[in-house]
């Protein structure tokens, strides 16, 4: 079996590609530091798949960790990196924790696989890169701005430590992976999105505020220059977009790509605003949801969705689950945390 090692393998979209990649008979080694996943999610991976992963426990910014790890897994094929700090509002308050977590420990993984005669890297990058697009559809050329937060510099930065690495270090082929938003959970209802603490991101807010755990959802900002004056963002199935990440490994290691570093956007093609979310929910569960119209949130940008050309093309790959089934299902994995 050829061998993968996915780092933060146990959070909400490392869970989810974990499943995929065993699906598609790959044998899966996880790397993560727990700090803000659980174990426990093995159990929801095994549940799903019958197969419990590879685990070790281990901060990635521990360089000589990162050394005695791959002396350890020489078989290592390929690597799908998710491990990162996310949340953009802490990024700001706690700049250097960022950037010691997001890019420090991405320059050990590369320095262990440009020891390989061949490795194949699938990059967690973000649509965050973009800023606000000028326009759109967001294609894969719009170019990359200034970053809004400190979270996002460090997946423009990384995707430039990868893309000049590739061409220095013959036998490394890469893709970036430039999510949108990624919502719901598994149909299963064994693993799904374990926000720590009060979401930052809209849907666990919802199926929270829906649970009672929250009193009211914010929305922030009713007065955009968008249909209904919410902000308009690109919603895409956690499951779907875990797919994409297996597509794209086979890319690599069936060397179909075009060059030895590659980007895509992942997201569903559809823009869908804050208030459309509120009623695919209420549409889904059948319930109201309570929520209020406050001010703006500070970096917000006003409208972001992708072209989904390339992806469909060059990967063969596109969404199939719509806003109304992943909306149900993040609905029906949070009633499952709390039963
Ligand atoms: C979506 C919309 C909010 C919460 C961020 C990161 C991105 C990625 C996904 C990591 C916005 C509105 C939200 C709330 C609201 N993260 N909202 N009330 O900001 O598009 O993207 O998370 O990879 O990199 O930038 O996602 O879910 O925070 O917000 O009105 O309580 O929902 O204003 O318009 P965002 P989000």
Known sequence: MVKILVT????????????????EGYEVVIIDDLSNSSEKVLDGIAAITGKTPIFEKLDLKEKVGVKAFFAKHVDIKGVIHFAASKAVGESVKEPLLYYENNICTLVYILKELKKLPEASFIFSSSCTVYGQADELPITENAPVKQAESPYGNTKQIGEEIIKDTCKVVSGLKAIALRYFNPIGAHESSKIGELPTGVPQNLVPFITQTAIGLRH?????????????????????????????????LGRLLKGNNKSNYETFNLGTGKGSSVLEVVQSFERVSGKKLNYKIVDRREGDVISAYADTNKANNDLGWKTQFSLDEAMLSAWNWEKKVRS
Do not use: M
């Open 216 to 248: 009211e959802l914010s929305v922030f900002g009713d007065d955009y220059p968008t249909p209904d004056g919410t902000c308009v963002r690109d919603y895409i199935h956690v499951v779907d977009l875990a797919k994409a990440h297996v597509v794209a």
């Open 8 to 23: 933060g393998g146990l959070g909400f979209i490392g869970s989810h590609t974990v499943v995929e990649l065993q699906n």
